[in-house]
T-cell receptor
Framework: AQSVTQPDIHITVSEGASLELRCNYS??????LFWYVQSPGQGLQLLLKYFSGDTLVQGIKGFEAEFKRSQSSFNLRKPSVHWSDAAEYFC??????????????FGKGTKLSVKP | EAQVTQNPRYLITVTGKKLTVTCSQN?????MSWYRQDPGLGLRQIYYSMNVEVTDKGDVPEGYKVSRKEKRNFPLILESPSPNQTSLYFCASSLIGDSNQPQHFGDGTRLSIL
């Protein structure tokens, strides 16, 4: 079955510390992978996406993610967290049939808190 | 400004009273979708549409209807709302092309069904 697992429900890091949010997926075909961020009261904003090619992808706000096919993972990283990064982060996988995302499958999210 | 607009943003209503949540996008996107977000469950897709007059069920379509009469609009209809449909709802849209296009999300509609 297709699924996305974000093992950490809630993570707290100190401002300036590095961050890694984990994402594992189960998908029968070539996955198209996304990370979204949701600030309180807001919709979801795309941070970055992976379709093919270089397995290390750069996104907005200083985030990056690495696709590891052997581990079925797509972890999100940031070298130095800012207080404004406090939000909820969602990993998602899509199949890309016909060029559309069709049924995009989301993980349950990881809430990030940032200590001053 | 490119955006996905949902209305209303908040609604409290009673069981059985039909309601419609509107969604409109100004980006000429072919693809539109509705999700509901519940604590601990993440986002789950309700319905999606690949183009005008083309709609299909997502993971949790029961109790919902949609229509796609125009490209820009994709309303979500709850014919007889029940308390288990109390949730935060998001509309999203994207292009359909040679590669996967990211979805653009509205700001959400919080529905409370009493």
């Amino acid at each position: 079955a297709q699924s996305v697992t974000q093992p950490d429900i809630h993570i707290t890091v100190s401002e300036g510390a590095s961050l890694e949010l984990r994402c594992n997926y189960s998908y029968g075909a070539t996955p198209y992978l996304f990370w979204y961020v949701q600030s309180p009261g807001q919709g979801l904003q795309l941070l970055l996406k992976y379709f093919s090619g270089d397995t290390l992808v750069q996104g907005i706000k200083g985030f990056e993610a690495e696709f590891k096919r052997s581990q079925s993972s797509f972890n999100l990283r940031k070298p130095s967290v800012h207080w404004s990064d406090a939000a909820e982060y969602f990993c998602a996988v899509g199949g890309g049939y016909g060029g559309s995302q069709g049924n995009l499958i989301f993980g349950k999210g990881t809430k990030l808190s940032v200590k001053p | 400004e490119a955006q996905v607009t949902q209305n209303p943003r908040y609604l409290i209503t009673v069981t059985g009273k039909k309601l419609t949540v509107t969604c409109s996008q100004n980006m000429n996107h072919e693809y539109m979708s509705w999700y509901r977000q519940d604590p601990g469950l993440g986002l789950r897709q309700i319905y999606y549409s690949m183009n005008v007059e083309v709609t299909d069920k997502g993971d949790v379509p029961e109790g919902y209807k949609v229509s796609r009469k125009e490209k820009r609009n994709f309303p979500l209809i709850l014919e007889s709302p029940s308390p288990n449909q109390t949730s935060l709802y998001f509309c999203a849209s994207s292009l359909i092309g040679d590669s996967n296009q990211p979805q653009h999300f509205g700001d959400g509609t919080r529905l409370s069904i009493l």
